[in-house]
């Protein structure tokens, strides 16, 4: 028996696929403008909705806009009108309806709601005349393509396009409402990703455990402060700030007679490379890596020593 080949026929799926967002892409018009804007004034939520297919496309859509800045929660249409409109908050909340036809009946309920409701409906829909584009407010509507199914039926190409076009408004909100990554962080605190945005102010060696020296100081008493902190280097600072720092890189090459008779001054390394307490720790990671250093001071703006951050202390928290 012959085993078919699929490679063809899902390559083929996945250019129909990507040939609707680039047709998405050049279709956008200012009705995306007026979306994003009509979200931004919200005093609410996104609530968004669809059935079936649609409504799975609307559950990640309102997680990916909550962990970007725009509080959003996903209503079933045919729940709604069981107690869920409850869940809407009249003339606060903005309604984010999908559905490929637009005459989805299970949304009736919900869009008559939201319409007595003064509640602001947003519709993704091909077909602008349909019972979803006339309840809306605005529309932005998709492309009139083909589903990639053989058979045109099951939903594929259109829900490729909806899945798109709510990442392209999460991102475009991220955008307006100056979203940093320290406000990301803030909604995505476990697993690795809450590793990599983890601040070095979590991370670093701070107070007694800093190892610290004078430029005056002589290399026998710094290398007791050095060796007793145990993160191999020393901070040398001057009128409370840092002004050199001592390695295990500096001392073997500075390795000779008169080491121990030196002063800091005469071995440390001058404007050492640092990093503020607020700095994520991948970035510190990256600039670690690729300088090949493994420990550095964490300085306040006017250049106060903080803490430390040691390399093994990124990895060991999963940064990477």
């Keep these: 028996m012959t085993t078919k080949d699929h490679i063809g026929e899902a390559a083929l799926v996945i250019r129909q696929e990507a040939e609707s967002l680039e047709k998405l892409a050049l279709s956008l018009g200012e009705s995306f403008n007026l979306a994003v804007e009509a979200i931004l004034k919200i005093d609410g939520r996104v609530a968004a909705t669809g059935m079936g297919k649609s409504g799975h496309i609307a559950r990640k859509v309102a997680a990916t806009l909550s962990s970007t800045g725009t509080p959003s929660f996903f209503i079933h249409p045919a729940e709604a009108g069981h107690g869920d ?31 007595r409701s003064g509640i602001k409906i947003l519709g993704v829909t091909k077909d602008p005349d349909s019972l979803l584009g006339r309840h809306s407010d605005f529309i932005v509507p998709l492309p009139d393509i083909s589903e990639a199914c053989p058979l045109g039926c099951a939903p594929t190409t259109s829900t490729t396009m909806m899945l798109a076009l709510g990442d392209a408004f999460a991102l475009s909100l991220l955008s307006a409402r100056g979203f940093t990554l320290e406000d990301f962080h803030q909604y995505h605190p476990g697993g690795k990703l809450g590793s990599r945005l983890t601040s070095l102010e979590d991370l670093m060696h701070a107070g007694q455990e800093m190892p610290l020296a004078a430029p005056g100081d002589n290399m026998t008493e710094a290398l007791f402060v050095m060796t007793s902190r145990r993160l191999g280097c020393l901070g ?17 090459r500075h390795m000779g007679p008169r080491l121990l008779e030196a002063k800091c001054s005469e071995i440390m390394t001058k404007n ?9 720790a991948a970035k510190a990671l990256a ?3 690729a300088k090949s250093i493994t420990n550095a001071f964490v300085l306040s703006p006017d250049g106060e020593p903080l803490g430390v951050v040691h390399i093994h202390d990124l990895l060991a928290a999963g940064v990477a």
């Design 236 to 252: 040398v600072a001057e009128g409370g700030k840092l002004v050199g720092m001592i390695t295990d890189g500096d001392l073997r």
């Design 272 to 280: 050492p490379t640092f990093f503020r307490p607020g700095d994520m």
């Design 287 to 289: 600039v670690m890596q």
């Design 85 to 115: 409109l409850g869940m809407l908050a009249p003339g606060r909340d903005l309604l984010l309806a999908f559905s490929n036809s637009g005459q989805t009946a299970e949304l009736a309920t919900l869009l008559q709601y939201c319409a």
